[in-house]
């Protein structure tokens, strides 16, 4: 198993390039309320020489397809052949609010997307029909970008066992987020699944959950700097459509997340926080001293992970302290015996 660090803008530069000598694989951009992936990997592609670059992730309502192609061949070019497309349908509400896009039948809305984008990858100008998006006509979409890897990877961000099956039967590799190695097993069978529907098996699929991250002595200390991040994304949008917190009911935290929406409508964010339980926390995270996260990580590698994105924004506000994340957590991976 590898590991790999998932950027904010803040302090990108100097976290790519310390993660970079640390021995990590990857950088990943997460999109969304506070920077694109997009400008951020075109900044981390001038300041590092190895590690791959990873969309995690472009979000699909965002960008025409045409317009993702051509981005992740622009940047697959100027980082000499480093880049991941990383693409997920996002929250609905969000697709809505932020893009003014729709979000029905997501799964069809992906596989014509992914569609588009591999054809144009492939060179030659494209002409597609399809029933959520149609390129084509006097100006279709015709990569002249010169440098990129046709077949460079292309990762989906899914959850549901549908999506996941999808994921397997289309991509490269899947980015999970906030999953226990319980659910990780799951979708690695549903992933496997997939593959097997494309006539493929999982050697060389990429699976790469992103978790939160906070190093300490006392597991449930680091716990609570990771409560702001759960509360940001449990919080967005309706609760009934909010792709965590349908998360958090399949793990059996309903009445959790329903008293934290409860009281952030109530405008009590801390008692918001307050209303996880350490224990949803503790499953899908990184949390506590060294040698807890060592065992941590190889049961992750004991579920099929082979790529682990470290979160260090969740908890660290400072440079430093984020550094000193990426450290630890190298160190972890050293003790864990799973490094590859």
């Known amino acids: 198993m590898r590991l790999a660090v998932n950027l904010t803008h803040q302090g990108a530069s100097e976290l790519a390039r310390a993660a970079e000598r640390l021995g990590y694989a990857a950088a990943l951009a997460p999109e ?11 900044l981390v592609a001038g300041q590092t020489r190895r590690m791959a670059l990873i969309s995690g992730v472009m979000q699909i309502p965002a960008r025409p397809p045409g317009l993702a192609a051509l981005t992740a061949a ?4 100027l980082s000499g052949g480093r880049f991941g497309l990383g693409l997920g349908v996002s929250n609905p509400d969000v697709a809505a609010g932020w893009y003014g896009a729709g979000s029905d039948r997501p799964l069809e809305r992906t596989r014509e997307y992914v569609e588009i984008v591999r054809r144009a990858l492939a060179g030659g100008p494209v002409e597609y029909e399809g029933r959520h998006y149609r390129v084509g006509g006097p100006a279709p979409v015709h990569l002249l970008t010169e440098g990129f890897r046709p077949d460079l990877p292309v990762y989906l961000a899914a959850v549901g066992p549908r999506n996941l099956r999808l994921a397997g039967e289309i991509a490269d ?3 999970g987020v906030f999953t226990s190695p319980d659910a990780v097993a799951d979708a690695v069978e549903a992933i496997g699944e ?5 006539g493929k098996d999982l ?35 309706d609760a009934e459509r909010n792709i965590y917190c349908a998360m958090a009911r399949r793990m059996g935290y ?16 801390a008692g918001a926080a307050a209303a996880l339980p350490l224990d949803l926390i503790d499953r899908t995270a990184l949390i506590g001293p060294v040698p807890r996260i060592a065992a941590r990580l190889a049961e992750y590698a004991a579920v099929g992970v082979t790529t682990l994105g470290v979160m260090v924004s969740a908890a660290a506000a400072t440079v430093e302290g984020r550094l000193a994340i990426l450290e630890d957590c190298a160190a972890a991976l050293e003790q864990s015996g799973v490094a590859g």
């Open 254 to 269: 309903g009445d959790a997340a329903d008293e934290l929406r409860a009281r952030l409508a109530a405008g009590d964010r």
């Open 194 to 198: 997939g593959r097997k529907r494309a």
């Open 203 to 237: 050697a060389g699929f990429d699976v790469l959950p992103s978790l939160p991250t906070a190093v300490g002595p006392d597991p449930a200390t680091a716990a609570d700097q990771l409560r702001g991040q759960y509360v940001y994304l449990l919080g967005i949008g």
């Open 32 to 42: 969304g309320y506070r920077s694109d992936a997009a400008s951020l990997l075109g």
């Open 173 to 175: 590799g899947w980015i």
């Open 74 to 77: 622009t940047l697959d070019s």
